[in-house]
């Protein structure tokens, strides 16, 4: 098991959630935590513990972003006008790697990372590879050429387990998706329901 696979599901089973809806996630089959004592946990959880795992959550589900990264974020959604809870979740899917998984140009957020860090997508036909690269609405994000026919990217765009969003524009066979706008929280397809309100508490605190 590659170190991708094995985070991905190891983030299932803490957060004890099949949080992208994968067929195959641990969690379908045991729903607790990792670990001998996994079972056990079931306590009540205080107000922080609720905040902390919202935050964890959510920075899984992107990818397991960096802490410090993913503080600079909730900063700037703060920074800007609007409720800062629907910023947070702006900001994170205009994010290069959260489009790419979005548009089904690959499998899984893991994926989309490398994806973009390997150089395989251009932005308004500029090569980027910089996963954490914030898309404005308009922007055009295109599979390069060389790497329209990666096997594993024709699987991705065949993927039946989820469906590309509407604040999102694809053709599949030019591998070319267009960011439309800007999505709130009840847009986005989460497979589990996400609370960035606890979040946006757990940073306030």
Request: aromatic residues 8%; charged residues 30%.
């Amino acid at each position: 098991m590659t170190k991708r696979t094995s985070a991905k599901y190891k983030i299932d089973r803490r957060m004890g959630e099949n949080i992208w809806g994968r067929p195959k996630s641990p969690v379908n089959r045991r729903q607790y935590g990792p670990g001998q004592h996994g079972q056990r946990r079931k306590g009540k959880m205080s107000d922080f513990g609720l905040q902390l795992r919202a935050k964890q959550k959510l920075k899984g589900y992107y990818g397991d972003i960096r802490e410090k990264q993913f503080r600079k974020i909730y900063d700037e959604a703060a920074r800007r006008k609007g409720d800062t809870s629907e910023n947070l979740i702006g900001l994170l899917e205009s994010r290069l790697d959260a489009i790419v998984y979005r548009a089904k140009f690959v499998s899984t957020v893991f994926a989309a990372r490398q994806f973009v860090n390997h150089g395989h997508v251009n932005v308004n036909g500029v090569r980027t590879n910089i996963q954490s690269y914030v898309c404005k609405p308009g922007d055009v994000i295109e599979v390069r050429e060389k790497s329209k026919q990666n096997v594993a990217v024709i699987e991705a765009t065949q993927l039946a387990e989820r469906d590309v969003p509407d604040y999102i524009e694809v053709d599949h066979h030019k591998m070319v998706a267009t960011f439309q706008r800007i999505p709130g929280l009840h847009d986005v397809p989460y497979a589990v329901q996400m609370e960035p309100n606890l979040v946006v508490e757990f940073y306030s605190r």
